[in-house]
């Protein structure tokens, strides 16, 4: 079975400063790694998915993350951080066998001060 | 145009009514699948369906019974509702199953009174 920890339930950064949202995971065969982000009052979307084709992977509003296989990590960054990055932030781990399950992290709160 | 949709968007009820939550999506997408967040923002999967057939049922009280009359959509039916229910139920859909990104519906705000 996988599991995704995601270190730190909240984090606080000041607007402009890097953003540092830390996962590590584990899984038994090639894992799939994503990272939905939920603004307050809304559904989850997908920021980001490792597939295995490169290991430094770009998404939406300007976050990336890079997959160490030998650090079992998909850490989330961002260069600066705006205030309109204040959300939940959800590390996610799905494999090919058992019906497609993703596992979720307990999430992160992205907190950006002015 | 709303990719993934539930409705409705927020349920007030008493303890012991039964209780629906429909959800539709329009992606042409195989695999449907029922999420539960507690008020703690964890995500705990319920359900999946891949083409009308169950294919994930975590352990669940049997109260919940979902129900998928084709595969664009899957509903939630809810029996002798109790306070513990309380939360945001979110339907979800990917194109198929395994390590496929999945889309989200807005959510339904479930209060047990």
């Known amino acids: 079975a996988q599991s995704v920890t995601q270190l730190g339930s909240h984090v606080s950064v000041s607007e402009g400063a890097l953003v540092l949202l830390r996962c590590n995971y584990s899984s038994s065969v090639p894992p799939y790694l994503f990272w939905y982000v939920q603004y307050p009052n809304q559904g989850l979307q997908l920021l980001l998915k490792y597939t295995s084709a490169a290991t430094l992977v770009k998404g939406i509003n300007g976050f990336e993350a890079e997959f160490k296989k030998s650090e079992t990590s998909f850490h989330l960054t961002k260069p600066s951080a705006h205030m309109s990055d204040a959300a939940e932030y959800f590390c996610?781990?799905?494999?090919?066998?058992?019906?497609?399950?993703?596992?979720f992290g307990d999430g992160t709160t992205l907190t950006v001060k002015p | 145009d709303t990719a993934v949709s539930q409705t409705p968007k927020y349920l007030v009820t008493q303890m012991g009514n039964d209780k629906s939550i429909k959800c539709e999506q329009n992606l042409g997408h195989d695999t449907m699948y029922w999420y539960k967040q507690d008020s703690k923002k964890f995500l705990k999967i319920m359900f999946s369906y891949n083409n009308k057939e169950l294919i994930i049922n975590e352990t669940v009280p049997n109260r919940f019974s979902p129900k998928s009359p084709d595969k664009a959509h899957l509903n939630l039916h809810i029996n002798s509702l109790e306070l513990g229910d309380s939360a945001v139920y979110f339907c979800a859909s990917s194109q198929f199953t395994g390590g496929y990104e999945q889309y989200f519906g807005p959510g339904t705000r479930l209060t047990v009174t």
């Open positions: 996610a781990v799905s494999v090919n066998t058992n019906a497609g399950k993703s596992t």
